[in-house]
Every structure is written in structure tokens, then in C-alpha cells.
Nanobody
Framework: QVQLVESGGGLVQPGGSLRLSCAAS????????MGWYRQVPGKQRELVAT???????NYADSVKGRFTISRDNAKNTVYLQMNSLKPEDTAVYYC?????????????WGQGTQVTVSS
């Protein structure tokens, strides 16, 4: 069983910063990818950023230059530093952990943490 526990969400003014954390525990395959997705009511969940165990990152165009994803492999923890936040960044942010152990893909989600950007 794998568990993902997120923290760090909250209310912030436009232009402000927040740092999200997600700690994974359980039976985790050592070669994996972690990431952050977000969702607003009535819309599909969308990718924010991902990072492999080797440190390769990928970002949505809307957050490039403002958000930074990082991870601590020893702690199985992924972080999302969010700067220059905009009202359109308001969403529930979900942590993701996944790996392929063919023929099966293992995919896990956190419970979500609310980020609200408003004055």
C-alpha cells in the first residue's frame, strides 16, 4: 500500500508564494516519477509539473518560470515552489507518484490540497 500526504496549501495574495510538499510512504518502486496536477470544479485535472528520480523535469506552459518542482529521493518527498501566483492558479493541487513494472502501471494520488490566490 502506498500513501501520499500533501501539505502547504492555503490562501495567498496575487504575486505571493507557496510551497507544497508531498511525502510518499509504503511499498514504493525505486525507479519512479512524481508530480503535481491541479483541478478546478467543472474542468479536467491538468498537469502542473513532473520530475523523474534522475531529476528530469517537465512543466505546463502556464507555470514555466514561476513554479519549480524538486524532490528528495531519500525522503520520497516532492516539492512544488510556487512564485508569482495568479488568481488562475487557484485549484486543488494533487500529488502523483507512478512507475511502470510491466505489464502493469502503478499510479497513486494524494488527497489534494487547496490553493487559493485572491486579494
Amino acid at each position: 500500500q502506498v500513501q501520499l500526504v500533501e501539505s502547504g496549501g492555503g490562501l495567498v495574495q496575487p504575486g505571493g508564494s507557496l510551497r507544497l510538499s508531498c511525502a510518499a510512504s509504503g511499498s514504493i518502486f525505486p525507479i519512479n516519477a512524481m508530480g503535481w496536477y491541479r483541478q478546478v470544479p467543472g474542468k479536467q485535472r491538468e498537469l502542473v509539473a513532473t520530475i523523474t528520480g534522475g531529476g528530469t523535469t517537465n512543466y505546463a506552459d502556464s507555470v514555466k518560470g514561476r513554479f519549480t518542482i524538486s524532490r528528495d529521493n531519500a525522503k520520497n518527498t516532492v516539492y512544488l515552489q510556487m512564485n508569482s501566483l495568479k488568481p488562475e492558479d487557484t485549484a486543488v493541487y494533487y500529488c502523483n507518484l507512478n512507475w511502470d513494472l510491466l505489464p502493469q502501471r502503478y499510479n497513486y494520488w494524494g488527497q489534494g490540497t487547496q490553493v487559493t490566490v485572491s486579494s
